[in-house]
Protein backbone atom coordinates (compact mmCIF):
# COMPACT_ATOMS: atom_id res chain seq x y z
CA UNK A 1 0.00 0.00 0.00
CA UNK A 2 1.06 4.01 -0.45
CA UNK A 3 1.74 6.07 2.17
CA UNK A 4 2.89 9.70 2.29
CA UNK A 5 4.93 11.08 4.77
CA UNK A 6 5.71 15.03 5.59
CA UNK A 7 7.88 16.51 8.15
CA UNK A 8 7.98 18.28 10.09
CA UNK A 9 4.74 18.07 11.57
CA UNK A 10 5.33 21.55 13.30
CA UNK A 11 7.47 24.53 12.85
CA UNK A 12 8.09 28.15 13.68
CA UNK A 13 10.63 30.02 12.15
CA UNK A 14 11.01 33.89 12.34
CA UNK A 15 10.73 36.40 9.07
CA UNK A 16 13.89 36.04 7.29
CA UNK A 17 14.55 33.09 7.46
CA UNK A 18 14.79 30.01 5.52
CA UNK A 19 12.62 27.20 4.92
CA UNK A 20 12.90 23.54 3.91
CA UNK A 21 9.70 21.07 3.91
CA UNK A 22 10.06 17.50 2.68
CA UNK A 23 7.78 15.18 1.49
CA UNK A 24 8.39 11.42 0.44
CA UNK A 25 5.52 8.66 -1.17
CA UNK A 26 6.69 4.96 -0.51
CA UNK A 27 4.53 1.81 -2.46
CA UNK A 28 4.63 3.85 -5.84
CA UNK A 29 6.68 5.06 -8.70
CA UNK A 30 6.70 8.01 -10.92
CA UNK A 31 3.30 9.49 -8.98
CA UNK A 32 2.49 13.21 -9.88
CA UNK A 33 3.44 15.25 -6.63
CA UNK A 34 1.56 18.08 -5.36
CA UNK A 35 2.22 21.33 -2.40
CA UNK A 36 -0.61 22.88 -1.07
CA UNK A 37 -1.16 25.56 0.95
CA UNK A 38 -4.20 25.74 3.57
CA UNK A 39 -5.25 29.01 5.35
CA UNK A 40 -8.17 29.68 7.52
CA UNK A 41 -11.18 30.06 5.70
CA UNK A 42 -10.06 30.30 2.37
CA UNK A 43 -9.28 26.31 1.33
CA UNK A 44 -6.44 24.64 -0.42
CA UNK A 45 -4.41 26.62 -2.45
CA UNK A 46 -2.48 24.90 -5.04
CA UNK A 47 1.30 25.89 -4.98
CA UNK A 48 3.79 23.64 -7.06
CA UNK A 49 2.97 20.44 -8.95
CA UNK A 50 5.38 17.68 -10.48
CA UNK A 51 4.48 14.91 -13.09
CA UNK A 52 8.67 13.77 -12.98
CA UNK A 53 11.97 14.36 -11.71
CA UNK A 54 13.31 17.92 -12.17
CA UNK A 55 9.67 19.19 -13.45
CA UNK A 56 8.46 21.90 -11.34
CA UNK A 57 5.22 23.86 -12.18
CA UNK A 58 4.37 26.99 -9.67
CA UNK A 59 0.54 27.98 -9.52
CA UNK A 60 1.15 31.33 -7.60
CA UNK A 61 4.10 33.61 -7.80
CA UNK A 62 5.58 33.85 -4.48
CA UNK A 63 8.15 33.98 -1.80
CA UNK A 64 8.43 29.75 -2.07
CA UNK A 65 10.13 27.51 -4.10
CA UNK A 66 10.07 23.76 -5.00
CA UNK A 67 12.34 20.86 -6.01
CA UNK A 68 12.06 17.18 -7.02
CA UNK A 69 15.37 15.77 -6.40
CA UNK A 70 14.32 11.85 -6.49
CA UNK A 71 10.98 9.96 -7.65
CA UNK A 72 9.19 9.92 -4.85
CA UNK A 73 10.25 13.14 -2.95
CA UNK A 74 9.51 17.04 -2.95
CA UNK A 75 10.54 19.81 -1.65
CA UNK A 76 9.07 23.37 -0.42
CA UNK A 77 11.74 25.93 0.61
CA UNK A 78 12.15 29.45 0.94
CA UNK A 79 15.22 31.72 1.27
CA UNK A 80 13.05 34.22 3.59
CA UNK A 81 10.47 34.20 5.22
CA UNK A 82 7.73 36.27 5.41
CA UNK A 83 5.04 36.39 8.06
CA UNK A 84 2.48 35.68 5.16
CA UNK A 85 3.85 32.17 4.77
CA UNK A 86 2.73 31.40 7.54
CA UNK A 87 -0.33 28.35 7.08
CA UNK A 88 -0.95 24.39 6.59
CA UNK A 89 1.30 22.95 4.27
CA UNK A 90 -0.13 19.93 2.34
CA UNK A 91 1.60 17.65 0.36
CA UNK A 92 -0.30 15.17 -2.47
CA UNK A 93 0.60 12.60 -4.69
CA UNK A 94 -1.82 11.35 -7.64
CA UNK A 95 -2.93 7.60 -8.88
CA UNK A 96 -2.48 7.95 -12.31
CA UNK A 97 -5.19 5.95 -12.86
CA UNK A 98 -9.28 6.34 -13.09
CA UNK A 99 -10.17 9.75 -12.44
CA UNK A 100 -6.64 10.63 -10.46
CA UNK A 101 -7.80 11.40 -7.08
CA UNK A 102 -5.12 12.95 -5.12
CA UNK A 103 -4.07 11.62 -1.40
CA UNK A 104 -2.96 13.40 1.30
CA UNK A 105 -0.21 13.71 3.70
CA UNK A 106 -0.56 14.57 7.53
CA UNK A 107 0.62 18.44 6.62
CA UNK A 108 3.01 21.14 7.97
CA UNK A 109 2.18 23.72 10.43
CA UNK A 110 4.35 26.92 9.82
CA UNK A 111 4.35 29.47 11.84
CA UNK A 112 6.38 32.42 11.20
CA UNK A 113 6.89 34.71 13.77
CA UNK B 1 -12.02 27.74 -15.37
CA UNK B 2 -13.25 25.46 -13.47
CA UNK B 3 -15.54 25.91 -10.25
CA UNK B 4 -16.71 24.54 -7.02
CA UNK B 5 -18.89 25.77 -4.42
CA UNK B 6 -20.09 24.24 -1.43
CA UNK B 7 -22.72 24.72 0.96
CA UNK B 8 -23.79 25.18 3.43
CA UNK B 9 -20.12 26.99 4.89
CA UNK B 10 -20.94 25.41 8.50
CA UNK B 11 -23.38 22.94 9.57
CA UNK B 12 -24.78 21.90 13.18
CA UNK B 13 -26.41 18.80 13.68
CA UNK B 14 -28.06 16.97 17.29
CA UNK B 15 -26.23 13.35 17.13
CA UNK B 16 -28.98 11.26 15.30
CA UNK B 17 -29.92 14.31 12.70
CA UNK B 18 -29.80 13.28 8.95
CA UNK B 19 -28.85 15.64 6.58
CA UNK B 20 -27.32 16.56 3.29
CA UNK B 21 -24.17 19.05 2.77
CA UNK B 22 -24.28 20.50 -1.32
CA UNK B 23 -20.97 20.59 -3.80
CA UNK B 24 -22.41 22.08 -7.06
CA UNK B 25 -19.21 22.87 -9.68
CA UNK B 26 -18.65 23.96 -13.14
CA UNK B 27 -16.52 22.22 -15.47
CA UNK B 28 -15.60 21.46 -18.77
CA UNK B 29 -15.82 17.75 -19.31
CA UNK B 30 -15.93 16.17 -15.50
CA UNK B 31 -13.61 13.48 -15.38
CA UNK B 32 -14.14 12.76 -11.70
CA UNK B 33 -15.40 14.34 -8.21
CA UNK B 34 -14.28 14.04 -4.66
CA UNK B 35 -15.17 13.93 -1.18
CA UNK B 36 -12.56 14.14 1.21
CA UNK B 37 -13.30 14.33 5.11
CA UNK B 38 -10.80 16.84 6.76
CA UNK B 39 -10.41 16.71 10.99
CA UNK B 40 -8.48 19.60 12.64
CA UNK B 41 -4.46 19.70 12.16
CA UNK B 42 -5.19 16.89 9.85
CA UNK B 43 -4.55 16.29 5.96
CA UNK B 44 -7.48 15.73 4.05
CA UNK B 45 -8.57 11.95 3.87
CA UNK B 46 -10.35 10.32 0.65
CA UNK B 47 -13.95 9.49 0.49
CA UNK B 48 -15.22 8.45 -2.40
CA UNK B 49 -14.98 8.89 -6.33
CA UNK B 50 -18.08 9.56 -8.35
CA UNK B 51 -17.42 9.43 -12.34
CA UNK B 52 -20.93 9.94 -13.96
CA UNK B 53 -24.55 11.38 -13.14
CA UNK B 54 -26.92 8.91 -11.82
CA UNK B 55 -23.91 7.40 -9.32
CA UNK B 56 -23.92 6.86 -5.69
CA UNK B 57 -21.03 5.60 -3.39
CA UNK B 58 -21.80 4.69 0.10
CA UNK B 59 -19.54 3.81 3.12
CA UNK B 60 -20.96 3.90 6.91
CA UNK B 61 -23.31 6.85 7.50
CA UNK B 62 -22.00 8.53 4.65
CA UNK B 63 -23.70 8.67 0.67
CA UNK B 64 -22.50 10.39 -2.02
CA UNK B 65 -24.58 11.00 -5.20
CA UNK B 66 -23.72 13.22 -8.37
CA UNK B 67 -25.74 14.85 -11.03
CA UNK B 68 -25.09 16.91 -13.70
CA UNK B 69 -24.39 20.10 -12.02
CA UNK B 70 -23.97 18.94 -8.41
CA UNK B 71 -23.21 16.63 -5.72
CA UNK B 72 -24.69 15.29 -2.26
CA UNK B 73 -22.95 14.25 0.58
CA UNK B 74 -25.68 12.75 2.79
CA UNK B 75 -24.91 11.88 6.64
CA UNK B 76 -27.92 9.22 7.99
CA UNK B 77 -28.61 9.17 11.82
CA UNK B 78 -24.52 11.10 12.17
CA UNK B 79 -22.51 10.60 15.38
CA UNK B 80 -19.87 13.56 17.27
CA UNK B 81 -17.32 11.68 15.57
CA UNK B 82 -18.42 12.54 11.81
CA UNK B 83 -17.74 16.03 13.02
CA UNK B 84 -15.47 17.42 10.84
CA UNK B 85 -14.84 19.66 7.59
CA UNK B 86 -16.06 17.95 4.09
CA UNK B 87 -14.39 19.09 1.11
CA UNK B 88 -15.45 18.50 -2.61
CA UNK B 89 -13.32 18.63 -5.52
CA UNK B 90 -13.40 17.76 -9.03
CA UNK B 91 -11.38 16.99 -12.11
CA UNK B 92 -11.69 18.23 -15.78
CA UNK B 93 -9.01 15.56 -16.93
CA UNK B 94 -5.77 17.21 -18.93
CA UNK B 95 -2.09 16.00 -18.65
CA UNK B 96 -1.04 17.95 -14.98
CA UNK B 97 -4.20 15.91 -13.29
CA UNK B 98 -4.83 18.91 -11.18
CA UNK B 99 -7.84 19.25 -8.87
CA UNK B 100 -9.99 22.10 -8.04
CA UNK B 101 -11.52 22.31 -4.62
CA UNK B 102 -14.37 23.81 -2.98
CA UNK B 103 -13.81 25.69 0.98
CA UNK B 104 -15.67 22.78 2.40
CA UNK B 105 -18.48 22.65 4.80
CA UNK B 106 -17.49 22.34 8.55
CA UNK B 107 -19.93 19.72 10.05
CA UNK B 108 -20.44 19.49 14.22
CA UNK B 109 -22.29 16.45 15.80
CA UNK B 110 -23.57 17.15 18.69
CA UNK B 111 -24.40 14.41 21.50
Known amino acids: SQTIHQWPATLVQPVGSPLSLECTVE??????LYWYRQAAGRGLQLLFY??????ISSEVPQNLSASRPQDRQFILSSKKLLLSDSGFYLC????????????FGPGTRLTVT | EDQVTQSPEALRLQEGESSSLNCSYT??????LFWYRQDPGKGPEFLFT???AGEEKEKERLKATLTKKESFLHITAPKPEDSATYLC????????????FGKGTLLTVNP
Open chain 1, 92 to 103: AWTRLTGAYEQY
Open chain 1, 27 to 32: GTSNPN
Open chain 1, 50 to 55: SVGIGQ
Open chain 2, 27 to 32: VSGLRG
Open chain 2, 50 to 52: LYS
Open chain 2, 89 to 100: AVNSGGSNYKLT
